[in-house]
């Protein structure tokens, strides 16, 4: 299990260099500069500025200069907030996105597997159908069409929650941003547990423990319920990245102060360095979330571990 | 009262009824055995008792079961039922014990989800079972997966499993045909010892299980029952056509063949073939260990050993298909050498192989006429479409398939069919040598028959030479001019048919010969022959390497491999065998 989880460590390390330089590559190759839209510099001082974010180094060294900063956790300045590092503003940033995130994920699974869990046990029935029925609609509108209409319905309409961030506070207010970010993983979790759990509850074991007088739920919970997880595991990356991506645009439609704001701030202003960052940390983190997967694969296959 | 009665059962998916009006009584204590062909509906009987078949089947007519009602009672009912009253063991013990759960949780959530233990009672009573089951080291096991279990002990759990919470009625829908002969031997042995006053419903196609265990029997023929009786007295005078031709069909271990001695020249020779697979990390896997072999025209000789004893490994070294490590094979004067891809065209064409399970053999996309022809295309090219056509019209009537199957698309066909297909698509190349590697394993009786006869017929025709992988001694008997015995990857004993059925020479071959169940209950069955399993091979025994289940063990077997020597016409390598009488 060591070795099969340090395999896996070692494993991630070459693709998360390659992310990190494509997207340096990718920051890099953008028109216009940080300093562009400000007024007109004389020659000198825009010189001096260049100089002084090594702008004037060529690409190959920005990018080493860039990856030994990287080493120590230094994300370098900010260009636009320039009393602070872009390690800082992510700092302050992140917490409240990982708490939207984190949410959105455990509301996701925990929907998304009992009702897949429930459409395979009745299938072909009503019920099953209506769970389709629903996650095809979650799959395939998007967020920013979820998003208002949400707030439409139980904000302004019901006024059971409030709309936006700012309008109030205490717990409230994350409902329905973590309900939107949540929906679409919520139906495709739904599908891939249904799929897969009729894929394990017609295999041979599992007539087994039916013959064996154990009752649908300790069927479903002790034998059924683990390898039905699999698909749904490998799923966790794509899911993870998918979030993520959402995060920004349910945290600007809601006005979230979190880390997706911030980005989409950084790109407005062409703050390179903190785009860059907020980038690379994201890379990061969903590499390391991967990382986690694989590893509980391992876990719960014990093929997998022994091989 | 019986203990089970079943009245009027009727199985049904859409309009077509796999179970026809089945009426039958199992009484308490009592072994009855359920045979018939693939297909007959014999499982789908065992299911129907416990309630387990597809929404989409549509039972109906009565299961009583000790006063209770089975057909239509709620899951419920049926789960005290399940396990408390009946318990099963399927086929595949690989397939039907959970992979991802350790057989300890397997067995134990049993007792706890039917209150029959409680706190710590329960380990101790599922360690207990597994003791019983013949579990060495039932402590440890408990906490294995299955797949770190071999076959035989993955169906002593199963059977654990069934027995666990002590039922009334023990069903074994074929619980030994995915086991070695060896293997099967000990676990039905151990199914009679440790079953008590169980009743035993044993479902299986092999008459001499049936023989050997069970009191009565009842025949299904399309799901339909259309025998019933003691098993002594339907073995002596079957009342219907079906059990007579079920009977007639199953091969005899106990009766000696009629085969002419094959005169034919020699053909192939294999010299010290050996074959090895990179297993873990740089560790060698030896399976095969210097076997040699030589073949005549005319000639069958067969291959027989436990799973793992390297018969496919060997006849795919002489083919190409894995590489050699050492050793040589002369076809016809000439050398076999290198991967297949690279050997002369007609090497290719007189060397033919068939598999085990034919409907993967073939093309799920071709037509019956394409699948033979194809071959045909790369070996005969000059050949013009009418002549080709007439070719492949011949091949498939000689394996006795009409012109109707020409546009016939592989899932078209029975099993029994889609075999011949593949021995016809090998037969129209005219080879000289046939390797069949399992080849009648997967079919039923009469057709096994069938397909048998018609390989014997292309062999007075052609002079064709066969090799003929089995597990099964007693279709060998029947079939064979020589036959060759693998242990381990190494060849024992190579002898003529008559001598070796009558008088082995090496106590693994008389072990394997014992080990077959005779269709004759007139004969009660022997005990198992052999205790415990093949070993690994990446860590194999010292000296001889049967010598750990030998009961003929010397001093001199552990440390000194037996060299291979003549005795009378066969080839053993045994340190004893001149010394110990094996005859039968
Ligand atoms: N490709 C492979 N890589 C590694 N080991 C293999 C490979 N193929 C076969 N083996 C091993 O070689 C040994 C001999 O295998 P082989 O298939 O020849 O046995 P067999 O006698 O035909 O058994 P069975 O009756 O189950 O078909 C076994 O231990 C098997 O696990
Ligand atoms: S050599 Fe010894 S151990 Fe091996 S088969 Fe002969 S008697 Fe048995
Ligand atoms: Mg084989």
Redesign the pocket.
Known sequence: MLRYTLLRVLGAIPTLLLVIVLAFLMVHAAPGGPFDDERVLPADVEANIARAYHLDESLPKQLLRYLGGLVQGDLGPSYRYRDYTVSELIGAAFPLSLKLGAMAMALAIVVGVSAGTVAALQQGTYLDRTVMAFSMTGISIPVFVVAPVLVLFFAVKLQWLPAGWSSSTGASRMVLPVITLALPQIAYIARLTRASMIDVLGRDFVRTARAQGLGTLTVVRLHALKPAMLPVLSYMGPAIAAILTGSVVVEEIFGIPGLGQFFIRAALNRDYTLVLGIVVFYAALIVLLNLIVDVLYGAIDPRVRYR | MSLLNVKDLSIRYQQTAVVDALSFSIDRGESVGLVGESGSGKSQTALALLGLLPRQASVSGSIRFDGTELVAASEEALDRVRARRIGIVFQDPMQALNPYLRIGRQLREILVRHKLARGAEIDERVIEMLVRVGLSDARRQFHAYPHQLSGGMRQRVMLASALIAEPDLLIGDEPTTAL?VTVQAQILELLEEIRDNTALLLITHDLGVVAGHCERMLVLEKGRLVDVGATTSLFASPGHAHTRLLLDAAPRIDRASALPQATGASILGIEAVS?S???FGNEQ?R??HDVSLSLRSGETVA?V????????????AVLGL?PMLSGRAVYAGAPLEGPVERRVKAQRRDLQLIF?DPVSALNPQMRVQSIVAESLLVHEPGLSSQARLEKVVEALGQVGLGDEYLGRYPHELSGGQAQRVAIARALVLGPKVLIC??AVAALDGSVRKQVLALLRKAQEDTGLAIIF?S?DLAVVRAISHRVAV?YM?RLVELSDNAPLFSRPRHPYTRALIDAVPVPNPVVAPKKAPLRGE?P??LDPPSGCVFHPRCSYVKEICKSMLPATRDLQGARVACHCADEIDLSL
Do not use: P
């Open positions: 070695d074959v697979y990179k297993a896997l399976a095969v291959v050993g436990e799973s793992g004893s390297g018969k496919s490994s060997f006849v795919r894995v085990q590697d399992e992988i597990h693998l990857g093949v690994s091979l």
